[in-house]
């Protein structure tokens, strides 16, 4: 497995809106794989590959929705003796906020900082004080630079956790897994799809969207501009088989396989699908597990709504401590979900 591939993509920073490094390490990798590469109007990343064998009629439109961004900030505030405020893109929980070292991206170029909460320390606290969580819009940014911040920080630049990727064996580490697992697969499922010799009659559309979340909305428009006949939104899920967490509501297993996406807050898959991808798996010995998330959304229902609609389904990989720089995944679980598709896409 290209684990590399997983570590660039993950260290290199993107959110919504600011995908361009992210594009650009992607557009390097992609060279080859495809017929015809284009940039849409909200910065995602079209990506064409023909059919390479003829069937009768018009080819089937088979579309892979692999969002770029990951969770952040974009700088709302530099205050006169330079901490930076911000406003969070993405959705986070306060209380993984606390303490952490940050990345600041701008023109000028990338400045470490420090991130935490306005208020006293704790040796000054009271013991309600301690009490309280406060939100993500209370926490500043301090790059040591004092009243010259300005002078290489504005307003709009943006900020990311700044965690190295961690390989653990069988347990894969890192912030932004959310979602460069799905970059990964939608380039190396390709690349499995060439050098396992799989011919295919469909046309395959493999997009690489911004703004996911947000709101979904790179899926959205580049949904528009395709009208796939299937969508797959490629993704994460949770995988909350940790203590304190009753066994219903683990959503999914490491190591069981990859996620085969019944139902989220966004959309409801096509069952059709489900039973087939499911019978494919079970031909090919891939693991799955099917899942359900009660809130939440992602890029298939985008596919799934677009102009007249399309069938979807969701393909992802179960993943510990979501949107923190903790995300965990486990590497037999990527090793399927890539397997599936490249087995989905040979026999279409």
Not at 25 to 40: N, P, R, S, W
Not at 195 to 202: F, P, Q, T, V, Y
Not at 275 to 285: G, L, M, P, R, S
Request: charged share 25%.
């Amino acid at each position: 497995m290209n684990i590399d591939l997983l570590r660039r993509l993950c260290e290199t920073p993107g959110v919504p809106g600011r995908e361009h490094r992210v594009r650009a390490l992607i557009e390097e990798e992609i060279k080859g794989l495809f017929d015809e590469v284009t940039i849409d109007a909200m910065g995602s990343l079209l990506c064409k590959r023909n059919p390479t064998k003829k069937t009768s009629g018009t080819p089937q439109k088979i579309m892979l929705l692999c969002h770029m961004d990951e969770i952040g900030f974009l700088v709302s505030f530099i205050s006169d003796k330079g901490y930076i405020h911000i406003d969070p893109v993405g959705g986070f929980d306060p209380r993984n906020l606390f303490s952490r070292r940050v990345l600041v991206c701008t023109k000028n170029g990338d400045f470490k900082g420090v991130m935490n909460p306005g208020g006293k320390p704790i040796h000054t606290q009271a013991p309600e004080d301690r009490k309280k969580i406060p939100e993500p819009t209370e926490f500043f940014i301090d790059i040591g630079k004092g009243e010259a911040t300005s002078e290489t920080v504005q307003i709009g630049d943006y900020v990311i956790m700044d965690e190295p990727f961690l390989d653990l064996g069988d347990k894969l580490v890192s912030k932004a897994l959310d979602n460069r697992i799905a970059c990964w697969l939608g380039i190396e499922v390709i690349r499995k799809l060439v050098s396992d010799g799989l011919d295919h009659a469909c046309e395959i559309h493999v997009v690489f969207t911004t703004q996911e979340e947000v709101g979904l909305r790179g899926a959205r428009t580049a949904s528009h501009a395709i009208q796939p006949d299937i969508g797959f939104g490629i993704d994460v899920t949770l995988a909350c088989d940790t203590p304190g967490i009753p066994e219903k509501d683990a959503v999914t297993h490491h190591g069981k396989g990859f996620g085969l996406h019944v139902k989220d807050g966004s959309f409801i898959a096509d069952i059709d699908l489900i039973e087939e991808i499911e019978a494919i798996a079970k031909e090919d010995n891939i693991p799955c597990q099917r899942t359900i998330l009660s809130r939440g959304g992602q890029d298939g229902a985008a596919a799934q709504q677009a102009a007249a609609g399309a069938r979807a389904v969701g393909i992802v990989v179960g993943t510990r401590y979501i949107h923190t720089v903790t995300e965990m995944i486990h590497r037999s679980d990527l090793a399927a979900a890539r397997d599936i598709i490249t087995a989905y896409l040979g026999r279409h």
